[in-house]
Each structure stands twice: as C-alpha cells, then as structure tokens.
C-alpha cells in the first residue's frame, strides 16, 4: 500500500512537470519567437494554452478521474446490454452525419489515441524515476526533467505530436463538430437517464469525451477560418522546438 502511494505521488509529480512545460511553451512570449504564429493575437494563444491545460492535458487531480473513467469504459465495450443504447444512437448518427459521418468517428478515435499516446509517455517518464530512484521533489528539478523527457524515443514523440495534430484537424471541422457534440450530448443524456445501465464513473468518461471535443468547439468558433491552419502549424513548430531544445539542453549536460 505504502510503495502504491508512493507511485502515484511520484505518477503526480511527472504529470505536474510536464503540464508545467506545456504550459511554458504555450506563454505568448515563447509563441512569438515563431514567425508562424505572430498573426494570432495573445488572447487567442491563451485560450489555445488553456484548452491544452484543461482538456488535452489536465492536472494530475482531474487525471486521475480521466484515467479511471477511459478504464471503466471498457466495461461498457465487453457489455451487450449497456452497448447496444449506445449502438442505437450511433447508427442515428450515420443519417444525421452523412458523408461527415467516417471524419466524425475519426475525431473520436483522434481523441482516444491522443490520451492513450499521453499515457504511453507518461509510462515511460515513470520507468525513468523508479529506474533512478527520483522522489516526486526530484522530477521537479529541472536538470533532472531534461534528463528524464530526452530519454523518450523520438519516434514515440513524433507519433504524440501527430496524433495531437490529427485531433486539431478535426476540431477545425466546426461543422462536423456541431454535429458531433451535438450526438455526444444525446448520449450522455441517454447514460444519465439510465442509472441502472451506467456507471457513474462510466458517466463522467462520456462527459470528459465530451468536455474535450465541444471545448474544441468553443475555440474553433472562435478563430476565423482562415487562422485554423496557422493555429495547426504553430502547435508543431512549438513541439517540435521544445523537444529539440530539451535534447541540446541534455547533450549539454552530459545526458
């Protein structure tokens, strides 16, 4: 028990220092050394770091909920009875949706795979602290989260950076969006309507799905169309600068 709390204490800490660096990356001082992002203002930036903090990337509290919520729903996969009230909706959805329909169940999927690529990191991130005895005061150490984030294999970070690129893509849909959140909200209204089905914690992974897509909503509304693309380069330009930084910081500390 006492080993388990420790675990996820340290768990904690690594989610802390990497939203800390999400967060750093996203300040419009560091947005503005990109030549790709000056024509978006400073409110539109913060918003877009705001969505990352809130919704891509939540503290280590709300993760804790996502990631029992995502594991409970499972459940509802292996389960006939709970599945098929859903079934019903979905297949509703192919008429509504139309030739929209493929693009929104990959939007679900984007999302999904976006979360489980997080998780992904998050292991490895984890196996480097207990591999080096680091207490969670230890990860906060900024030496030691450069040594620690440049061990990630670079593959597995290109594969996070599109998968987050693939969700964007979709949430600049705004039209598919509308549609899809709009279904999301007949599905969470369906599982709220039956408690005897659904889980509440099931409950809440359907209401953080929903929570991520129609907040992407919200911030696609509120960018004109023609900034969607600029938006979707700058978050690349910035991943791709902050990792690269990292990996020079660590050579140059001997890592």
Known sequence: MATRAKDIRLKHAIIDVYREQLRLRYLPENCR?????????????????DYFLECIYPSSEDRDRLDEAFDRMG??????????PLMSIALRSVWKLGWMFPSAVGAGRNTLEAY?????IEGKLMDYAQRF?????????????????????????VTFRNEILKLFHHLSNVKLLEATVEIMDNSKALMESRPD???ETELSGMSLGHEV????????QSLKTSEFPIIIRGIEVVEIDWYDRIKAEAAALGA
Do not use: C, W
């Open 33 to 49: 050394r990109f030549k790709e992002l000056k024509p978006i203002s400073d409110a539109k930036l913060g918003a877009l770091r």
């Open 213 to 220: 897509l129609s907040r992407g909503l919200q911030l696609f």
């Open 133 to 157: 005895k680091l207490k969670p005061e230890d990860v906060g150490d900024h030496n030691a989260m450069v040594r620690m984030v440049a061990t990630l294999p670079e593959d597995e970070m």
């Open 197 to 199: 089905l659904y889980h």
């Open 116 to 120: 489980l690529e997080t998780r992904k």
């Open 75 to 84: 459940d509802i996969i292996r389960s006939p009875a709970r599945l098929m």
